[in-house]
């Protein structure tokens, strides 16, 4: 990494307020070169408290905007951080019009050329394009990174129409703590912060509630997802997205669906992060500077040139020949065979173009399933080595070996007789039998090499009662046959000589998916009638395809004091044999404390876990604790917030439980609990 202190421009920060047209004002941050012409904007807009939370990250690259010539912005949303209002469910319609005014609101500021451009990762990143889809005259360019396009189907929420339990749940309890914290008195003052804040927490509700009350893909899904009208969305798109973070379907369909003279998409090994950080999966790119060649590209024009004297960033292409519009329609990244691990710093590839999508170097080759008809009923702890739902880099983000995880599934093999490129797609075609009127089945796509290790490619789903298509639950008729189509997540893989394919299907994969009710949610499976589709490209890589290497803007100094207390393990998995239970805990890892240069204290802490046991898919427990603390010494000031939830179920319903409790020092200023039945109409 290349922390860059010189730049074509001098810059300067401020911290201001945005009007609403209802009165409410938006808390922002604004970077801007040191120039006495007009220069584009670039906005970044989410919920994720820009003084504190996304502080560390904003320094690493809003001033790097600002010195090549940008005024780059972070603004909270309405209700979080230190801005006004109170939080609602995400992406709501008063979230994208607030996001419209604030476009607006910058595209006529003085020191604007009236064009902009909205960047970000993960809901960041989909509000750009939801944003977008409104079409805002001074939009210009978005940049999406590690975005759904799809919030039933390609998010947290629901996969392959059933309930993703461990990324619902997690996300839920997530989001419920994150809307009580509260605004920081050294920017709101300290007479308004707490009214605001008690204001704030009179409208916090759980989002699992919502969530859970859509279990099929219905109009409160479709309206948050730009996947319904691609070409709503007038801005240009650069679609960013890695192999190892959920979201990477979105790159695929937008490179299909939008103009190909205004979208270009890039997927690396990456997880769920910014590709210029050095986290692993690598190899990082110079991503700061391949949008530059983006902004300048889309928001400069001949008539609009870079500020100040001096040739500075300029108009037009930038680097590479024919600027960035003539780089390849997609840039994937196709990885090497590697042993099975739970993260690589680097991972060895190579780069391929393809100049549109669906592409004519991607075949689809057919495998035909062998064998005579078997019963397929797993046990319930199947998926424990599934590996984090959402990875961001950790050390025990990804799948450790697989081979326990298919003694539990019923598993088909293909050898490997000549090296095999697999990019996109994958299905899987198969004849089930099931005696019970609900069920699910999982696919997952291994590499298994000559010694057993196996290792995780990708992976699907399938609820049984969304087999006719997600808005839609329709139950088995038991003992029916029935043929199915189960699609798994798009990847970049090169299967080597030697290393043998394997299909490995099971019928429960918790806590990736909640289980299905009912003493027979196994089916049969004949083989005679099922195929795996892959989807195997050319064997050519592009070499002309280089980036460079990864650059920021200085840091901002936030410390991390050394503690006493002994790590927890990221993931530690206890079966209790006794009882035949299983519990996954987990570590969000939030570094405990952290400083700020300001004098500001931020201490997160946070445990999940998920349990099953043989007694049956009822046994089925997730539960999350979160503790924040803020603390200026100075101030004084020291406010905790502490949340529960905990998710579980009978036959029929989903059994919502959370608390909420907020401290004003030794003062509770607010207590609540909720406890919510909610029908298992599909889940």
């Known amino acids: 990494m290349h922390i860059r202190t010189s730049f074509p421009y001098e810059t300067a920060h401020e911290d201001l307020w945005i009007p609403l047209p209802d009165g409410t004002r938006l808390y922002a941050r604004v970077w801007r070169p040191l120039t006495e012409e007009r220069v584009p904007a670039l906005l970044e807009y989410l919920p994720h408290r820009l003084t504190d939370r996304t502080a560390p990250r904003d320094w690493q690259r809003h001033p790097w905007y600002a010195g090549h010539g940008y005024a780059s912005v972070r603004v909270d949303i309405r209700g979080h951080g230190n801005s006004e ?325 019923v598993c088909f093999e293909f050898e490997v007789t000549e090296e095999t490129w697999v990019l996109g797609r994958p299905a899987v075609r198969l004849r089930l039998t099931s005696h019970s009127p609900r069920g699910q089945v999982i696919a997952r796509l291994c590499d298994v090499a000559p010694d057993g290790a196996s290792t995780l490619v990708t992976r699907g789903v399938l609820n049984l009662s969304a087999r006719h298509g997600s808005d839609r639950a329709t139950a088995w008729v038991p003992g029916a046959t029935e043929d199915v189509l189960v699609e798994l997540d798009p990847i970049g893989h090169a299967f080597p000589p030697g290393h043998h394919v394997r299909l490995a299907v099971s019928s429960a994969y918790w806590p990736w998916v909640w289980p299905q009710p009912g003493p027979e949610t196994g089916f049969t499976l004949d083989p005679a009638a099922g195929v795996l589709e892959l989807p195997v490209r050319a064997r050519e890589s592009d070499p002309a395809i280089v980036f460079e290497e990864p650059e920021q803007s200085a840091p901002l100094g936030a410390a991390s004091p050394a503690t006493l207390d002994e790590p927890r393990p990221e993931r530690l998995l206890v079966h209790d044999v006794a009882k035949g239970e299983w519990r996954l805990e987990t570590d969000l890892r939030h570094e405990g404390t952290r400083i700020h240069p300001d004098g500001l204290e931020v201490t997160e802490d946070v445990g999940e876990s998920y349990t099953i046991d043989e007694s049956g898919p009822l046994s089925a427990r997730a539960r999350s604790a979160w503790s924040v603390r803020f603390h200026r010494p100075g101030l004084p000031w020291d406010a905790r917030v502490t949340t529960r939830s905990e998710l579980t179920c009978s036959e029929r319903e989903f059994i919502a439980s959370d608390e909420v409790i907020c401290r004003d020092g030794d003062e509770v200023v607010f207590h609540r609990t909720w406890e919510k039945r909610i029908p298992r109409t599909a889940g």
Request: a negative charge; one cysteine or more; aromatic letters at 8%.
């Open 85 to 409: 209002g109170v939080p609602a469910d995400a992406h709501t319609q008063e979230e994208l019009d607030d996001g419209v005014e604030v476009v607006n609101w910058l595209a006529a500021q003085p020191w604007c050329t009236g064009s902009v451009g909205m960047f970000g990762i993960s809901w960041g990143g989909f509000g750009s394009l939801r944003i977008a889809a409104l079409a805002p005259e001074p939009l210009k360019a978005v940049v999406a990174v590690c975005s759904t396009d799809d919030r039933y189907d390609n998010d947290v929420h629901y996969a392959g129409g059933s309930v993703r339990a461990a990324g619902l749940h997690a996300r839920s309890a997530a989001t419920l703590a994150s809307a009580a914290l509260p605004p920081d008195p050294a920017h709101v003052g300290e007479v308004m912060w707490r009214d605001m804040w008690v204001k704030r927490l009179q409208a916090v509700e759980p989002p699992v509630h919502t969530w859970l009350e859509h279990q099929t893909r219905d109009a409160y899904w479709r309206h948050g997802s730009v996947r319904e009208n691609y070409g709503a969305i007038r801005a240009a798109v650069l679609a960013v997205g890695g192999w190892h973070d959920p979201y990477r379907d979105t790159v695929l369909r937008l490179v299909e669906h939008l103009p190909p003279d205004r979208v270009r998409g890039v997927i690396g090994p990456w997880s769920h992060h910014y590709p210029d950080r050095d986290r692993p999966p690598g190899p990082a790119i110079g991503f700061l500077q391949e949008t530059l060649r983006w902004w300048d590209h889309w928001l400069r024009t001949p008539a609009t040139p870079a500020p100040g004297p001096g040739p500075g960033p300029g108009p037009g292409p930038g680097p590479g020949p024919g600027g960035i519009m003539a780089e390849p329609l997609l840039r994937s990244y196709v990885m090497d065979a590697r042993p099975p691990a739970t993260t690589y710093p680097v991972i060895t590839g190579r780069w391929v173009g393809d100049p549109v999508w669906p592409s004519p170097t991607v075949t689809r080759v057919t495998y035909a399933l062998q064998g005579d008809p078997v019963t397929v009923r797993s046990p319930q702890h199947t998926g424990v080595d599934a590996g984090r739902t959402v990875p961001h880099g950790h050390d025990a983000d990804l799948p450790p070996d697989q081979r326990e995880e298919d003694a539990r599934s």
